[in-house]
Nanobody, 115 residues
Framework: QVQLVESGGGLVQPGGSLRLSCAAS????????MEWYRQAPGKQREWIAL???????TYAAPTQDRFTITGDNAKNKMSLKMSSLKPEDTADYYC?????????WGQGIQVTVSS
């Protein structure tokens, strides 16, 4: 059973930066997109960024211009570089790989933005 494992989370001050990484424990074929989601305490999970297998990236409005998603289909890895972090970015962050015939989710990693 392939699993996705996130790393790089933690506590950061407002205005700071973090880089989240996500790696698969095995090989995933037929990947067509990689995504990041987040879930703040007491809120629903929200989509924040996607990169296609062709390298095109799209972002949710709250993260555009501050977050950068990258993906490496061959290595089954992705990352999310986050800068100018705000307290409202505090959440559990989840990676997701969209592939055929199934999708894969990471277990989540906590990011706390606080002084």
């Amino acid at each position: 059973q392939v699993q996705l494992v996130e790393s790089g989370g933690g506590l950061v001050q407002p205005g700071g930066s973090l880089r989240l990484s996500c790696a698969a424990s095995g090989s995933i074929i037929s990947i067509y997109a990689m995504e990041w989601y987040r879930q703040a305490p007491g809120k629903q999970r929200e989509w924040i960024a996607l990169v296609t297998s062709g390298g095109s990236a799209t972002y949710a409005a709250p993260t555009q211009d501050r977050f950068t998603i990258t993906g490496d289909n061959a290595k089954n890895k992705m990352s999310l570089k986050m800068s100018s972090l705000k307290p409202e970015d505090t959440a559990d962050y989840y990676c997701k790989i969209d592939s055929c015939p199934r999708d894969y989710w990471g277990q989540g990693i906590q990011v706390t933005v606080s002084s």
